[in-house]
């Protein structure tokens, strides 16, 4: 391996999961030298046949370049990853998948050994990344010199996108977009199980869905106009009364065709205490402070 801690085009990549892989591709690909490591060894061959330098151990890995990027299992593999190894000096990128509250605390553990931190926040799956045409994006966050510095490199496998200084903003608005895909996901998948058993063909559900679902989607720009404005009545097609009504049939539908209705009941139930509070005339964007007064 090639040591070279002045280079500022090297990227050192710790984690060779399948998203780590094909980051490390993307550079490859784009001419930066990368020094790599795994702690199932094996999975860095692949990237050594395409011209990656592999470390033998992190510490070693780190000492190659300053632009240091982790993509590990969680943070707590982050922290024991780099157990002991000298960051002094050098720009840690926090690719791993973490809480808002971990990647604070992760910069400030950063910063106490020597080193800036940027979080980073994936939006993508692997065969989308090194893909300009894909979409892709990662959101960052942290130190603005440290991202601003290399932006160029970060900018290779994904679109970069900086939100701001607040170390748990990138993780933040990673897991915001992320919490609203799994609830698409589970609408999807009871669409899909209330129409198993009839006679209606799983690829006509399926292009039905994405029109519709498609057609719904510029309520995110109404509920944020109406959380600006605090403003939940005025001009509401659809209030939570009458949703509420209308969720009862769908929870007599899914009786009827033996669907559980468990993927149903959380928006009702949340909908009825708004209701309850006096909030019947509201849409569905007032139902995003009954959550704040009612954490887990």
């Known amino acids: 391996m090639t040591e070279n801690s002045t280079d500022p085009s090297r990227i050192v990549l710790l984690g060779l999961g399948d998203m780590g892989a094909a980051f490390a591709r993307a550079w490859l690909a784009a001419g930066h030298p990368v020094t790599v490591w795994n702690r199932t060894a094996s999975r860095a061959e692949p990237l050594a046949a395409q011209g990656a330098d592999v470390a033998a151990d992190p510490a070693a890995a780190v000492a190659a370049g300053r632009l240091v990027l982790t993509c590990l299992f969680d943070d707590a593999s982050v922290g024991s990853t780099l157990e002991g190894v000298d960051l002094t000096g050098k720009d840690l990128v926090d690719l791993t998948t973490s809480t808002p509250g971990e990647a604070r605390a992760r910069a400030e553990w950063a910063a106490e050994r020597g080193a800036r931190f940027v979080s980073g926040g994936i939006m993508a799956v692997p ?25 160029g490199a970060l900018s290779v496998p994904t679109d970069a996108r900086f939100q701001g200084e607040d170390p748990g903003s990138a993780s933040l608005v990673d897991i915001a977009l992320l919490s609203a895909m799994n609830g698409m996901f589970a609408g999807i998948t009871h669409a899909f199980a209330l129409t ?100 887990a």
């Open 196 to 295: 198993r058993r009839s006679q209606v063909p799983p690829a006509q559900v399926a292009e039905l869905l994405q029109g519709w679902l498609a057609a719904m989607l510029p309520a995110a720009g109404e509920f944020a106009a109406r959380l600006e404005s605090g403003d939940f009545t005025t001009g509401v097609v659809s209030n939570l009364a009458m949703q509420a009504r209308g969720e009862e049939t769908l929870l007599r539908a899914a009786g009827e065709e033996g669907v559980s209705t468990e993927l149903l009941l959380p928006y009702g139930d949340l909908m009825r205490r708004q209701i309850a509070a006096g909030g019947g005339d509201q849409d569905g964007a007032g139902l995003v402070d009954r959550l704040l007064k009612e954490p």
């Open 127 to 151: 065969p989308m990344v090194g893909v300009p045409e894909s979409g892709a994006y990662t959101f960052y966050s942290g130190s603005a010199e440290a991202f601003a510095e290399h932006e």
